[in-house]
């Protein structure tokens, strides 16, 4: 996003959704060995409260992610926008997740694990392969987000058959059918019917046709058309169907968070929370961040940093938690060593990120020849160094 049109509660929120999945699996995972747990085995048994209710993370990444690339693909149609938005989907996406991934089959294969089952779960990780296992768990998340940019990638190219905005009713009608039947079947009382019909619905191919998720995209979709100046005369059609997206996506919150029904109510209210926030920073965007100017550094850090703590906090951190408490450290400690450990890591992947990604953008950018430069005058020249430049 240019700078004129960053927001940075939404940045405070990118890192508020990435902590939220992390303590949720922190919550889970064991310290006798690398491995996911019952909670009253779990290792840190104090964070139980965010098993389940941290998931809405990735529901709140999604709404965040329906905004942010319906931004970045507006303007014009035609194969060169389509190519340049690809292209700049790739530089942000595929470095982190290919140091993680290395990090990842490193830390799985010191561990101990079957080192023949590894390499394949890496290659399907970083070719964001339909079909895993991966090399971790939370690249289910990058297949499904890889599907919606491929969706948009069509639909730039196609700009004269189908827009951002019918693209995101696709999205979010097909997606509202599906939640709505699977709430309905979750509602129902036990029994072997539902049971039957409910097993293959939460299958992962659906998640990765944007069935599951889509409601999330297509809302955060509208919400950027309801702030597009070329989309006036649909304003009220998109706040109608955003809202409909929206009280879809409360019910796939309700009925993913697989415990009691205070947990699904708190998960809903938190995700209800942070959408409420991102939309109040799109509306109001000069005055919330006029709020936050004063910490847009260490704001715009943190959403930079969002990225590698998601994507090394799960598999990497499950054998960091182990390890860890393989010391015998009280609870507490052992978390905090931990956290403080996947945060280090984290931090030297955002670092190696910026460096990859620096040399690939200069690959892509022709600098203007000398003689194409105008000398600016005095007036230019005082405007300049008085702006700080």
């Known amino acids: 996003m240019k700078s004129t049109h960053h927001y940075l509660a939404i940045d405070l929120l990118r890192i508020l959704a990435a902590t939220l999945v992390l303590l949720n699996h922190f919550a889970t995972f064991g310290g006798a060995s690398a491995s996911v747990v019952d909670l009253d085995q779990a290792a840190f048994g104090f964070l139980s409260a965010f098993a389940g209710v941290g998931a809405v993370g990735v529901e709140i990444f999604f709404v965040i992610s329906g905004f942010v690339i319906a931004m970045s693909a507006s303007g014009k149609g035609g194969l060169s926008h389509a190519f340049r938005f690809a292209r700049l989907r790739a530089v942000r996406i595929l470095p982190a997740l290919w ?25 399907r990780s970083i070719i964001l392969s339909p079909k895993g296992p991966y090399i971790d768990g939370v690249v289910w998340s990058l297949v499904v987000e890889a599907v919606f940019y491929a969706m948009i ?11 951002l905005y019918g693209l995101a009713i696709v999205i979010g009608a097909c997606s509202s059918v599906y939640v709505l039947a699977l709430f309905v079947l979750n509602s129902m009382p036990a029994n072997s019917f539902s049971s039957d019909v409910i097993a293959p619905l939460s299958g992962f191919h659906f998640k990765v046709l944007l069935l599951q998720h889509g409601i999330f995209f297509a809302a955060g979709m ?14 009220t059609q998109m706040a109608s169907l955003m809202y409909v997206f929206l009280a879809m996506g409360v019910l796939e919150v309700l009925f993913s968070v697989d415990r009691a029904y205070s947990y699904r109510i708190a998960a809903a209210g938190i995700w209800a929370s942070c959408v409420a926030a991102i939309i109040l920073n799109v509306v109001s965007q000069d005055a919330v961040n006029s709020r936050l100017l004063g910490y847009s550094r260490a704001i715009k850090f943190c959403g930079r940093l969002s990225y590698p703590l998601y994507l090394n906090h799960y598999a990497s951190g499950m054998i960091i938690v182990w390890f860890v408490n393989s010391f015998r450290l009280p609870a507490p400690v052992s978390f905090g060593v931990s956290l403080l450990t996947v945060l280090i890591l984290s931090l030297a992947v955002l670092w190696l990120e910026g460096k990859i990604q620096g040399v690939a953008k200069s690959w892509f950018h022709t600098p203007a020849s000398a003689s194409q430069v105008k000398p600016a005058d005095d007036d230019t020249r005082v405007r300049v160094v008085a702006a700080g430049a």
Do not use: H, K, T, W
Request: aromatic share 10%.
């Open 99 to 123: 140091i993680s991934a290395l990090i990842c089959l490193a830390a799985r294969a010191a561990y101990g694990e079957n080192v023949s089952l590894l390499p394949m779960a890496f290659i």
């Open 153 to 163: 990638f069509i639909c730039i190219i196609s700009r004269f058959r189908l827009s």
């Open 222 to 235: 509208m919400l950027f058309g309801l702030n597009d100046s070329l989309q006036r005369l649909r304003r």
